[in-house]
């Protein structure tokens, strides 16, 4: 299994600035993943990270307002942009584990936009 | 395209009682399928999973999944509750595509009382 940390836990920001989260997995990882859970829902997922080439959006988020990084196989940035009080949510960064199938979750960053 | 339903928003069970968590899926080919809990204020975990195997599947601390074909469900069910298994509860199909994209429920609380 692999083991992945975020920074920051947990934030509050202020409408109009940007916050980047940080994911870092314990192992060389092929894929990652970002996830938001707004409050009281299930997970949606952002985007899939590959190392060494652009995310691949889900439909209904623009790289403008989540711009990701994937510099290595084990680390990958989501940057939420000119945040606005609809972006508080709970944001997760997964990996695809050494199984097939497997994705393994971090802890999760939960943004609070004031 | 790939979706499943939670049949139950909300389950409450007595300590010692069984658990059952209902779930079924759409999918246009063999799915894989899994359970992850999400404990207050923590990461996911994954329960279970299903890809093609043994129709039962037994997952982490005691709970059990079994895949039915005819009635595209997978329900996730544990034959006596503890207090610590109250927790919110996803239901996941993947879509098997080439990223191993996951499809979320929309979640089940399992509430357990003394």
């Known amino acids: 299994s692999a083991v992945i940390s975020q920074k920051p836990s947990r934030d509050i920001c202020q409408r109009g600035t940007s916050l980047t989260i940080q994911c870092q997995v314990d192992?060389?990882?092929?894929?990652m993943f970002w996830y938001r859970q707004q409050p009281g829902q299930s997970l949606t997922l952002i985007a899939t990270a590959n190392q060494g080439s652009e995310a691949t959006y889900e439909s209904g988020f623009v790289i403008d307002k989540f711009p990701i990084s994937r510099p290595n196989l084990t680390f990958s940035t989501l940057t939420v942009s000119n945040m606005s009080p609809e972006d508080s949510s709970i944001y997760l960064c997964s990996a695809l584990g050494g199984s097939p199938y497997e994705q393994y979750f971090g802890p999760g960053t939960r943004l609070t936009v004031t | 395209a790939q979706s499943v339903t939670q049949l139950d928003s909300h389950v409450s069970v007595s300590e010692g009682t069984p658990v059952l968590l209902r779930c079924n899926y759409s999918?246009?080919?063999?799915?894989?399928l899994f359970w992850y809990v999400q404990h207050p204020n923590k990461g996911l975990q994954l329960l279970l999973k299903?890809?093609?195997?043994?129709?039962l599947v037994k997952g982490i601390n005691g709970f059990e999944a079994e895949f039915k074909k005819s009635e595209t469900s997978f329900h996730l069910t544990k034959p006596s509750a503890h207090m610590s298994d109250a927790a919110e509860y996803f239901c996941v199909v993947s879509d098997g595509g080439g990223y191993n994209k996951l499809i979320f429920g929309a979640g089940t609380r399992l509430a357990v009382h003394p």
């Open positions: 299903y890809t093609s195997a043994a129709t």
């Open positions: 999918s246009s080919y063999s799915p894989s």
């Open positions: 192992s060389q990882v092929t894929m």
